[in-house]
Structures are given as structure tokens and as C-alpha cells.
């Protein structure tokens, strides 16, 4: 039987800081892009249409805080 706080605490362990990724320098995904649009609408924000892979994971986790989703 696993231990759903062990678990959890090996996943964070595995997430790896956006600045460290090696494709951090990418594009943003199709979802990230879909998702910070999403998130945008409902925090009334803007986005810059340059952000790469990294920027984009960091607003999404940004505007995810300041919306109150995935809390």
C-alpha cells in the first residue's frame, strides 16, 4: 500500500524549476497556451504573444494563484 503523502511529496520532488528545463526555450504547448488564455480571460489579464515554454508555465502557475484555481 502506498502512502498518498509519500507519493505526493516524490512527485514535487520530481518538478523540475521552468529556468532549468531543456526545452524551456520552446514555443509554449498548444495547452499551456489554451490553458494561459483560459486563466487570462478570467484574471482580466494580458499575455505577450513571445512567451516561450518556460514563461509560460511560470504565468500559468501566476495567474492560477491570483484566479484561486488548482487550490
Avoid: C, F
Avoid at 10 to 31: F, H, L, R, S
Avoid at 39 to 48: F, M, N, V, Y
Avoid at 52 to 68: C, M, P, Y
Wanted: charged residues 35%.
Amino acid at each position: 500500500m502506498t502512502d498518498r503523502r509519500t507519493e505526493q511529496a516524490d512527485q514535487n520532488a520530481a518538478i523540475k524549476d521552468p529556468d532549468e528545463w531543456v526545452t524551456g526555450d520552446e514555443p509554449p504547448t498548444a495547452a499551456q497556451e489554451s490553458y494561459l488564455g483560459t486563466l487570462a480571460r478570467e484574471a482580466h489579464a494580458d499575455l505577450p504573444d513571445d512567451l516561450t515554454k518556460a514563461e509560460a508555465s511560470k504565468r500559468i502557475d501566476e495567474l492560477r494563484a491570483e484566479t484561486g484555481r488548482g487550490q
